[in-house]
């Protein structure tokens, strides 16, 4: 048989996984599974005998009989599906139950084989260390203490030792509740509090009370024993919670009487939790609050949000200052190495700035971009580094691990195929992971093409980084709207990476991740003849949608595509809302948009345009040219979450 004939064959072998009975019984085991009937599960794993899925009823068989099921079972298993993502979960599993129940002998045979990290696994390994008098057990441990989470299970014996020892004091716990409090981590705050003595301990029911209406709880905070450090904790507490919708306010009951009540650096604590809010709402207060929190140590997402609020003001001083008090592997980060470079550019160091461009410039994404303009270098494709082998494609279509993602994406299980195809190329060379990106795009499992193309690190395809299905579809989308469809392609590679069948957790459906009120308005709008609700995610409808709505936000915001790309995923109300009152520059918007999620999703959208037009040898404007200058807010320029009142899309 001839190679390619040869790897046509090996692709039709993985995507029919055996039989087509023996593919039925999959489905009924991953059900019953899923309804948590161990009997039922039982029935089915039998059948399943040599179906190239065999191994996940047999692992989750084991993981719903794990408490009774014995170490020779477990090892067996574990053995025959060696260095696989199932055994690695299995192993997983079993060494965080051998930790809770203290089988440390075991633990010790089974923990060397573990291939990636876990948290919980590492608590248990420190608590192993710690009850033979290893001091890195604590150290860990401590570690875990200082994480703004839920501490694992592991680690709670060594620390419950250090606090009963007065190693972590009052002071620790309550600097731990801080912390768990600013990012909303309510349960773990909670069971810290428990740590505290009796008579130090707020009460249950006053938390909740202070949690639902901090406002009513701040009104007659004054008269409380200040002199108590408990209560005034539950103000800093209460503080914090009204802060977190709105910091004017909150900082309206940071009274005399307060002040006077906290010592310097709880005072400056406080205001630095006000100006963190402050500068994720853009408020002009913001640096004159990061002034009053001089003495407190900043956190990281507080240093960040500070250099953000400098770069809207125009600040390129505490822009640099922020930076410089950032955390190394934060500081190295490419956005804030391209910041201090604009920085040191702004005070007149330019040969420093240079040399940061040059830490970053070339690197595929929005800031490696930036900087190689700041370079005055222009984009250039790299040329295709390898073309995969007949040889090198069949050894790929032969690979256990993708054969098993492939089947399971069959079988509608998109998230667990997207685990396995991610553990199956994690150790790949360049040359093998074009080739499995080949396979891929063969299989037209269009998002597992981009992914792994887009993990190379020496040997590139950019035709596979930015592969562009449906392209006569989007084509005729685009045109229909007057929209650039280098753009649309951007937009929806970030949305869906081009899967047709893809569904958000909040509904958001199809190509262009459309949710459903939202498409019944659009459809209206575009007269979209014969629209009915089950037809959001057929690829010309939800085109046609997708596009539709994109015109309308881009005419809503100015014709910005960066503001477009914002109100595309957050919705034009909150687009505009992150408005300065003057001319902004395109990337600072960027830069300062307060949800993460829509900050890296307009970066991603707009460098991803620049790579399409440079591939289809169009729109030849540099990064910085598209993202322009933004508008300041116009007088009257409301505010509505989006047109429907609900999210939009993903």
């Not at 099921?69 to 199932?86: M, P, T």
Request: charged letters at 25%; glycine letters at 8%; hydrophobic letters at 40%.
């Amino acid at each position: 048989m001839r190679p390619l004939f040869l790897l046509a064959a090996l692709l039709c072998t993985t995507v029919v996984s055996a039989t087509p009975v023996q593919d039925e019984w999959f489905l009924h085991a991953r059900d019953a599974y899923r309804a948590g009937s161990a009997v039922r599960l039982s029935m089915t794993v039998p059948r399943l005998q040599g179906h190239v899925l065999e191994s996940y009823a047999r692992y989750w068989q084991l993981k719903m009989n794990l408490e009774q099921a014995g170490a020779g079972e477990i090892s067996e298993f574990l053995l025959a599906n060696e260095r696989s993502y199932v055994a690695e979960q299995l192993r997983k599993d079993w060494l965080k139950l051998l930790g809770k129940r203290q089988q440390w002998e075991l633990f010790d045979a089974v923990v060397g084989d573990l291939q990636t990290e876990d948290a919980d696994i590492d608590c248990y390994r420190a608590q192993r260390q710690w009850r033979v008098g290893n001091a890195t057990g604590v150290e860990v441990a401590i570690l875990a203490w200082n994480a703004p989470r839920e501490i694992p299970d592991g680690c709670l014996p060594i620390l419950e030792a250090e606090i009963a020892a007065g190693t972590i004091t009052a002071d620790g716990i309550w600097i731990r509740a801080r912390r768990l409090n600013e990012v909303g981590q309510n349960t773990a705050l909670r069971r810290t509090l428990q740590y505290l003595p009796g008579d130090e301990r707020p009460d249950e029911k006053q938390l909740d009370s202070i949690a639902r209406h901090p406002v009513r709880f701040l009104e007659r905070a004054e008269k409380s024993n200040l002199r108590k450090r408990v209560n005034r904790e539950l103000i800093v507490y209460a503080l914090q919670r009204l802060a977190a919708t709105d910091p004017e306010i909150a900082a309206g009951y940071w009274t005399d009487t307060f002040n006077d009540a906290f010592s310097a650096q709880d005072r400056a604590y406080v205001w630095g939790q006000f100006a963190w809010q402050a500068a994720r709402k853009h408020l002009p207060q913001t640096l004159a609050w990061y002034r009053d929190a001089e003495g407190s140590e900043l956190n990281t997402e507080q240093l960040q949000w500070r250099a953000r609020a400098a770069l809207r003001a125009g600040n390129w001083a505490m822009v640099r200052q922020s930076i410089d008090a950032m955390p190394e592997l934060v500081r190295n980060e490419a956005a804030w190495v391209y910041w201090q470079g604009r920085a040191l550019a702004a005070q007149g160091e330019s040969e420093q700035a240079a040399t940061h461009y040059q830490r970053i410039a070339g690197q595929p994404h929005f800031y490696g971009v930036l900087a190689q303009e700041q370079l005055g270098q222009t984009l250039i494709i790299p040329p295709v580094g390898h073309i995969p082998t007949a040889e090198e494609l069949n050894a790929i279509a032969i690979n256990a691990g993708l054969r098993r993602a492939i089947a399971l994406f069959r079988a509608d299980m998109w998230l667990e195929g997207v685990r396995e195809w991610s553990w199956a190329i994690r150790e790949m060379s360049d040359q093998q992971l074009l080739a499995a990106a080949e396979v891929a795009r063969r299989t037209q499992l269009w998002d597992r093409v981009i992914s792994t193309a887009d993990r190379t690190s020496a040997l590139h395809d950019y035709s596979l980084r930015y592969l562009a299905p449906y392209g006569v579809q989007f084509s005729a989308g685009a045109r229909e709207q007057g929209l650039e469809e280098h753009w649309v392609l951007g937009l929806v590679r970030q949305e869906s990476r081009f899967v047709a069948k893809a569904r958000s957790p909040v509904g958001a459906q199809g190509l262009m991740q459309v949710m459903p009120s939202t498409a019944k308005w659009v459809a209206r709008r575009i007269g979209l003849n014969g629209y009915r609700s089950d037809r959001v995610a057929e690829v010309d409808t939800n085109i046609a949608l997708g596009t539709g709505y994109l015109r309308y936000v881009l005419d809503e915001l100015q014709g910005s595509q960066v503001l477009a790309a914002a109100a595309y995923n957050a919705g034009p109300g909150r687009a505009r809302k992150w408005k300065a009152d003057g001319p902004l520059e395109g990337a600072i918007y960027a830069e300062s948009i307060p949800f993460s999620e829509t900050r890296d999703y307009v970066k991603k959208v707009m460098t991803n345009t620049l790579y399409y037009a440079a591939l289809d040898g169009g729109d030849s404007r540099t990064l910085h040219e598209r993202l322009g200058s933004i508008p300041g807010k116009q007088m009257g320029e409301g505010y509505a979450a989006t047109i429907t009142g609900e999210t939009t899309v993903q």
